[in-house]
């Protein structure tokens, strides 16, 4: 039974290992995932369950607006928003909760980093690939057919050829005279020569065979730098015309060649270390942009909310003026007030009016904003729980810091990923330097190779181990040009130079970071306690007013100021109190104890 050609039996295993596109990026996410998540406990707030793939989201879960939104003036409730209050009956609420949730999930930014993080780590599966067995082939036939010149005769060129030899035979048969037959046949042959009859004539000729060759690759990278390859190679060549004649041949060769002297014997280590840290890195950058991000989407949510609230208090505001406009029409019929403050007075009720439609304006423009921030559609149908801004504002400040600043520095220092991140980079500039200093050094390798042929014929299979070839040889490069790996090692002795300036000044970053964010914290809190007493004395000027102008002692002048200082007085303070609540989160992020869960919420800090 004949064997098939090797490059056939080559051809239908690369058509059985064939697979579909879904098992390859099977295969990826496998080994990614699992390489991030071997790596997860080196990075402490690295969420324990890292994936890349679409969440489906639906809000269809969450509360609805079933009435439209409305503030009380007076004991009387009034509809704050106007008719845009009208669009929010049907809408899903978004607690901060679910909206951080939902940002995790959703949002195209943090998509972005997480497959950042993933590329990076698909990255590494082929540096570490290059320090296991890496297997190729491949496989190539051809079909040829070529023409050549064949000299041939005619089959009356043949007879006249072979009649000399057919009358001696004969006449040794017949026991005829051997003179006389060898005459005769001279004079037949001469006769044949002179007419031409025996001479050859050239045709053309078509060969045609099949070729084939496979190869088997074996290769390895040591982290010693010492290079391994076997290879496999088979050929195979058959005439399809002609002498079907069938020839095949293999060889197997391995070399090793491993540095002695010289960078090359340190690269291939450092390669190695240097892809490792490097995702060891993006992890940690990774897990800090979380922190970040999540601050990001609690400081925008609870700023909608502040624009919204200043809509409240805008037409709180305008309905005051509204009210303030009637008593003054009233005052002017009787001549208590002159024409000119109730004109004054119209003023105001306008700009109030014209305030409130553009806080109306803001509102929605900072609510279209934070959907984009979350992933969903401008036209998506949501509003933002109002009572988490209630919450806030029942709960007030935060507790102040059990620690000191000094202590939240060294916390700070501890605690950072970046900082480690900073440091080990110092290292890293440190091993190129070395790196730098070896490369100074001639290469010295030691290359040792071997191979063995099939025996001759149609033995592709059939190794001759008895006849083989090795070799066991040093290449050396002294390097005579040395520009380059004097230059390289310059340029090496700087960057350590300026790593070193980078750490110390990233150090001073950190310290300034956390006392900048200490202080925010700080102004935070006493602007909040300052705008409390800010609104309690504008709520006490207010009623002040009212009183007089009942009395007929006031003046319509300082009743407008008194209400614009309301207005004011009342955004103030919830702008200064959801600052002191971010101002807590930076402070925490600052000194890398803002730890948070998978769900994008954040852990509160109890024991610093």
Not at 241 to 253: M, Q
Not at 400 to 425: M, S, W
Request: aromatic share 8%; glycine share 6%.
């Amino acid at each position: 039974m004949n064997k098939p050609p090797p490059f056939l039996a080559a051809l239908a295993v690369l058509v059985a290992l064939g697979c579909s596109t879904m098992h390859h990026r099977e295969s990826a996410d496998r080994e990614v995932y699992q390489l991030i998540a071997e790596r997860t406990p080196e990075v402490p707030g690295m969420m324990p369950l890292f994936r890349i793939d679409p969440v489906d989201l639906s809000l269809e879960d969450l509360p609805v607006v079933t009435e439209e939104p409305v503030a009380v003036f007076e004991g009387k409730p009034g509809k704050f928003l106007g008719k845009d209050g009208e669009a929010e009956v049907g809408a899903h609420i978004l607690s901060l909760e679910k909206a951080l949730e939902i940002a995790v999930k959703n949002s195209r930014e943090y998509q972005s980093h997480k497959e950042a993080l993933y590329l990076e780590a698909l990255a590494f599966t082929e540096t570490r690939q290059r320090y296991r067995p890496v297997f190729s082939g491949k496989a190539g036939g051809d079909y040829s057919v070529r023409t050549r010149d064949a000299v041939k005769l005619s089959g009356s060129a043949q007879v006249a050829q072979a009649a000399p030899g057919l009358i001696t035979d004969l006449g040794a048969l017949t026991g005829a005279p051997a003179d006389l037959l060898s005459d005769y046949a001279n004079v037949i042959e001469a006769a044949a020569t002179a007419t031409g009859a025996n001479a050859p004539h050239t045709a053309i000729e078509q060969e045609r065979s099949v070729s084939g060759m496979t190869s088997f690759d074996v290769n390895m990278l040591m982290k010693g730098g010492a290079q391994i390859a076997v290879g496999l190679t088979s050929n195979f060549l058959r005439f399809l015309t002609g002498d079907p004649d069938v020839s095949t041949s293999s060889a197997l060769v391995g070399t090793i060649t491993q540095p002695l002297l010289g960078s090359n014997r340190r690269t291939a280590a450092e390669i190695w270390t240097q892809a490792e840290r490097d995702l060891l890195y993006h992890l940690r950058s990774f897990t800090r942009y979380r922190k970040s991000f999540t601050v990001n989407i609690a400081s925008a949510y609870y700023g909608v909310l502040q624009r919204r609230d200043e809509v409240r208090n805008a037409w709180l505001g305008y309905q005051a003026f509204l009210k303030d406009l009637e008593r003054a029409a009233a005052e002017a019929a009787v001549g208590r007030i002159t024409e000119s403050d109730l004109g004054r007075t119209r003023e105001e009720e306008l700009r109030t009016n014209n305030q409130w439609i553009r806080a109306i304006q803001n509102y929605q423009d900072g609510l279209d904003e934070y959907k984009i921030l979350l992933g969903l559609p401008t036209d998506a149908k949501i509003v933002l729980d109002d009572t988490d801004l209630e919450r806030l504002m029942e709960r007030g400040l935060m507790p102040e810091p059990d620690f000191t600043l000094e202590g939240a520095i060294k916390v700070a220092l501890a605690a950072r990923l970046d900082y480690y991140t900073e440091r080990d980079q110092l290292d890293d500039s440190a091993r190129q330097l070395k790196l730098a200093q070896d490369d100074l050094k001639p290469d010295l390798d030691l290359d040792l190779g071997g191979s063995v042929n099939t025996k001759p014929g149609d033995h592709f299979e059939d190794f001759d181990f008895k006849r083989y070839k090795w070799s066991l040889g040093l290449d050396l490069d002294p390097k005579l040009n040395r520009k380059k790996v004097r230059n390289r090692y310059r340029k090496s002795l700087i960057n350590y130079e300026e790593a070193k300036r980078s750490f110390e000044r990233f150090e001073d970053d950190i310290k300034l970071r956390v006392r900048q964010a200490w202080r925010e914290l700080e102004q935070a809190r006493i602007s909040y306690e300052i705008q409390q007493n800010s609104l309690k004395e504008s709520e006490r000027r207010v009623l002040h007013q009212e009183l007089l102008l009942e009395a007929g002692q006031g003046k319509a002048l300082d009743r407008i100021d008194a209400l614009n200082a309301l207005i004011r007085a009342r955004n103030s303070v919830s702008t200064a109190l959801v600052s002191h609540t971010t101002a807590n989160l930076r402070l925490w992020r600052d000194m890398g104890i803002l730890y948070i869960k998978e769900n994008g919420q954040w852990e509160d800090i109890t024991d610093v």
